[in-house]
């Protein structure tokens, strides 16, 4: 019960702990059983209600959570709404998953490949296993990422160069958006206004307001290396269909 109790209850989750590493397992062994199994056993049809089902199950925990928030919890509308990147896109991901449009799957592999695999790394939760947070918190970042690579290594599709610059400028009206959000609400979503209280990439840009500038300088260089293995690979698929 002690080792129990060191390996997972803890109230802020730490890189590197138990609660950090176990759930990234889990994650990357659903997404290849989810993938193979699909490939032998689902028809498109199939396919397309599997990820369409796991696009609900990670919007409805990041509703049910918020609703349990402002049920039973002290609910701050200046920092607890899902406008967060990630979150919204976990709110969004069904409609995603539903009609599946190129041109919704260009901006979300940039982003959430990007984003989420940053939360990954550096997990912000306050209170660790067994808490809703820490579940949420998983279900939401891992579930995008299951999710999007399930697109690319199922369901083929691929992102252009042309994507990168599309998914650049859809992330600048996000970010306008929160902007004039904060403002209003006097709010700190997409950390426009603060650093993360967690350990983040944006520690190594300096103070406010250079870490946004660093940011946003470094968005299409990241872009483009997150581009660079799909642009290899549909090189090499060429060279191997002359």
Do not use: Q, V, W
């Given at each position: 019960m002690e080792l129990l109790r060191l390996c997972f209850v803890q109230t802020e989750v730490t890189i590197g702990s138990f609660q950090h590493i176990i759930p990234i397992l889990f994650a990357i062994g659903f997404t290849i059983f989810l993938v193979k199994y699909s490939k032998k056993h689902f028809d498109e049809q199939q396919k397309q209600k599997a990820i369409h089902y796991l696009g609900w199950v990670v919007?409805?925990?990041?509703?049910?959570?918020?609703?349990?928030?402002?049920?039973?919890?002290?609910?701050?509308?200046?920092?607890?709404?899902?406008?967060?990147?990630?979150?919204?896109?976990?709110l969004l991901i069904p409609f995603f998953t539903h009609y599946r449009k190129y041109w919704m799957f260009e901006i979300l592999v940039f982003w959430i490949i990007g984003g989420t695999l940053q939360a990954v790394i550096t997990p912000d939760i306050t209170h660790g296993f067994p808490s809703f947070d820490y579940f949420r918190y998983w279900v939401v970042h891992l579930g995008l990422l299951s999710i999007i690579f399930y697109f690319v290594f199922e369901l083929k599709m691929k992102p252009t160069l042309r994507s990168v610059f599309k998914s650049f400028l859809a992330l600048q009206v996000y970010v306008v958006l929160m902007m004039v959000l904060n403002y209003l609400l006097n709010a700190n979503y997409f950390y426009l206004n603060e650093k993360p209280k967690s350990a983040s990439l944006l520690d190594y840009f300096g103070e406010w307001p250079y870490y946004i500038l660093v940011g946003q300088l470094i968005i299409i260089p990241l872009f483009l290396l997150i581009y660079l293995p799909f642009f290899l690979f549909g090189k090499k698929e060429n060279l191997l269909s002359k």
């Open positions: 919007s409805a925990t990041l509703i049910g959570f918020h609703l349990s928030r402002i049920l039973f919890s002290n609910y701050n509308f200046k920092t607890d709404l899902p406008l967060y990147l990630c979150s919204l896109m976990a």
